[in-house]
């Protein structure tokens, strides 16, 4: 009897054991998946919907959505990075958002709104009889695009005055240090990118005869996104690297580019092809459309909360992690001669290393490391790549000074190399 007992609570403890262990197993292949892909995001909104804008304030994303099915419009918003959406009250869709932290404010076709409680709660704010399509802010000073005018609002967004020097149809405001550009539709033989070095008064024009949707800034790097286009300029994705006084087309000048956001020196692009990545200023771009059953087009971009959030035409709101979509970086697109694993440099190392390789073809590719004992340590990449030479980057943390190993996994092709790392 008395073993039968302990046979029993031994066996219920063991049971316990292993649901345990199942629990932390489904939700890091969970966690792992969310990371190494894109993974739609619409518990509690769906997934036939039109996302018109996201903005955050403070950690909650909040997007701007129209139902595909009965067309009705909603606001959403998301207090863990989309995974679960609350549909609030507040029904007019919002072409834009801007934040301080304290208050949301949502730009729409019949005015500005404001909230106090980071996106749950609306009220009409100003400008009732605008329809507003961006906003941006150097310091305290807000600038909203209001048709063919830039306004600005110097008292948090409560009373507006126009540009006295711009008479441009604007879709798209952003800023770079105290310069302000706007991006803005060909009308009557003009259009394309205007500049302000004084906060709107005056304007200059820095890209001719381009309908601009979308830019984003670094410095004195200025990315536009170009969708139509006259004369000599052609479509796709521009760079200037001198505050915009000349322009070049990148390498990714064969799309319409609906949307453009910016983390340091990465740049990712959406467009009706999905997405793209460049790590070195337009030279190359790579897809990054892993995870999508079928490639959406992409409306708008967010980065926040260390994660990449695309708001799609018709297929709701989708989410990558951030490190792990610029974490392998496209250096040349040219077909190597064969696949192959490079030493990496510097070894021995520390804090980092960087590693190349060549992929002869299209292929899953895997990238990960390995401690002395064989035990895996991390997966560098694990994606679909096209042909190409390729570079990642291992950021060591806590690790501890020992030989480490590296394997490359892709069609049939398999090598491992050392490394070392002091500290």
Not at 108 to 114: D, I, L, M, P, Q
Not at 168 to 192: A, D, I, P, Q
Not at 226 to 255: C, D, E, K, M
Request: net charge positive; proline share 2%.
């Amino acid at each position: 009897m008395i073993v039968s007992v302990f046979v029993n609570k031994l066996f219920e403890t063991i049971l316990k054991v292993m649901k345990k262990l199942f629990l932390i197993f489904t939700l890091l292949s969970f966690s792992f998946t969310l990371n190494a892909q894109w993974v739609q995001m619409s518990n509690g909104m769906g997934t036939k919907f039109r996302i018109y804008s996201l903005g955050y304030c403070r950690n909650n994303i909040v997007a701007g959505a129209q139902n595909t099915i009965n067309s009705a419009t909603y606001t959403y918003v998301s207090s863990n990075n989309g995974v679960n959406w609350l549909q609030t009250t507040f029904t007019k869709v919002a072409n834009c958002y801007i934040t301080n932290d304290t208050f949301l404010l949502a730009g729409t076709s019949s005015g500005v709104y404001r909230s106090n409680d980071f996106g749950m709660n609306w009220s009409y704010y100003s400008i009732s009889d605008k329809s507003i399509s961006d906003f941006a802010k150097i310091g305290t000073t807000l600038f909203a695009a209001i048709g063919s005018f830039v306004y600005k609002s110097t008292n948090v967004g409560f009373t507006w005055s126009p540009s006295s020097d711009f008479n441009r149809f604007t879709r798209c405001l952003s800023v770079s240090g105290n310069e302000l550009y706007s991006g803005t539709e060909v009308v009557s033989g003009n259009g394309g990118i205007y500049k302000s070095t004084n906060f709107g008064q005056n304007w200059t024009n820095s890209l001719n005869n381009a309908k601009v949707i979308s830019i984003a800034t670094n410095g004195p790097n200025i990315y536009a996104a170009l969708i139509y286009v006259t004369g000599s300029i052609g479509r796709g994705v521009y760079l200037s690297t001198n505050s915009g006084q000349n322009w070049s087309p990148t390498s990714l000048n064969y799309l319409d580019i609906f949307t453009l956001a910016i983390s340091g020196s990465n740049v990712i692009a959406g467009s009706d092809s999905g997405i793209f990545v460049t790590t070195n200023n337009g030279t190359t771009w790579a897809k990054k459309n892993q995870g999508f059953d079928t490639i959406p087009s992409i409306n708008n971009l967010l980065i926040k909360n260390e994660f990449v959030f695309a708001g799609t035409w018709g297929k709701s709101v989708w989410r990558r992690s951030l490190s792990e979509i610029i974490g392998v970086q496209n250096i040349s697109s040219k077909v190597p001669s064969a696949f192959s694993l490079k030493q990496n440099y510097p070894n021995p190392f520390n804090p980092s290393t960087s590693i190349e390789f060549d992929i002869l073809t299209e292929s899953d590719v895997l990238l990960k490391i390995f401690d002395v004992s064989g035990k895996e340590i991390t997966t560098l990449v694990n994606e679909k790549l096209d042909e190409g030479s390729y570079i990642a980057e291992w950021n060591v943390g806590n690790y501890p000074s020992g030989i480490y190993f590296y394997t490359l996994s892709a069609e049939n092709f398999s090598q491992t190399k050392k490394m070392i790392l002091i500290k």
